[in-house]
């Protein structure tokens, strides 16, 4: 199965996604050239097979954004994973967010997660 990759937006809420990429390693070569329509915008890449399966967190150096997450390659996660926790951050269970909140995951604070939204297919609530 092909995948298509499309640079995602945070700066923008919901994201936006732009561009139409045939590999992951072109999608990160536009955000490291860089991208004159979002300077200094939060930007990710998204890997569709329709729905969004997967969604990479650039190298450090090229994020044109200042973030909590340091890394020097492409860190990916799964779509999935994301909507679950999207989901526990939501929780109105005490222990369920207190989890969520506790967890490693850098790349993805609320903020990031909730302007994803849309991408992830996850209703506002």
Known sequence: MSSTY?????????????????TAGEAL???AEGMPAHPGCDLMVGRYS???????????KHQPASLACTHSAAA???STWLRLLLAALQSSDLDVLA???????????????????????????
Request: glycine share 8%; charged share 25%; proline share 8%.
């Open 29 to 31: 070569a536009a955000i």
């Open 76 to 78: 990916w996660t799964d």
């Open 50 to 60: 329709y729905p969004l399966v997967e969604v990479g967190c650039p190298p450090t």
């Open 99 to 125: 989890a969520a909140v506790d967890g490693r995951h850098t790349c993805f604070p609320w903020v990031r997660l909730h302007r994803l939204r849309a991408e992830l297919g996850v209703e506002e609530g």
């Open 6 to 22: 499309r640079v995602l937006c945070l700066s923008h809420d919901p994201a936006t996604a732009e561009g139409e990429y045939a």
